[in-house]
């Protein structure tokens, strides 16, 4: 049975920052691309960054892009979101996925989905 977990969210203020870690079993990890969504209070969910299997090629949306650095370390099982320079408008529950796929963040390419993790940006 796959088990995706997140942890590490919490609240923070403006300006801050913060590291979700994400934790898979139950599959290979590192036969799986792995990535961070966000949703929003009455927003649909978007796509944060995405880290390919190995490690090696990593993208970002846009609005994290500089601020936002996805890692994992694969001997661990371990997924990782550092986050900076935090605005509000970062508010949102994240959510670790894994998918076998090549690259990219659409959500349909992801078959196993944490619970998601709280993230609070206060100004």
């Known amino acids: 049975q796959v088990q995706v977990v997140e942890s590490g969210g919490g609240l923070v203020q403006a300006g801050g920052s913060l590291r979700l870690s994400c934790t898979a079993s139950g599959l290979t990890f590192d036969d799986y691309t792995m990535a961070w969504f966000r949703q929003a209070p009455g927003k649909e969910r978007e796509g944060v960054a995405w880290?390919?299997?190995?490690?090696?090629?990593?993208d970002y949306a846009h609005s994290v892009k500089g601020r936002f650095t996805i890692s994992r370390d694969n001997a661990k099982n371990t997924l990782y979101l550092q986050m900076s320079s935090l605005k509000p408008e970062d508010t949102a529950i994240y959510y670790c996925a894994a998918g076998n796929t090549s690259w990219g963040l659409r959500s349909g390419d992801y078959e196993y989905w944490g619970q998601g993790t709280q993230v609070t940006v206060s100004s």
């Open positions: 880290i390919s299997r190995k490690g090696r090629v990593s």
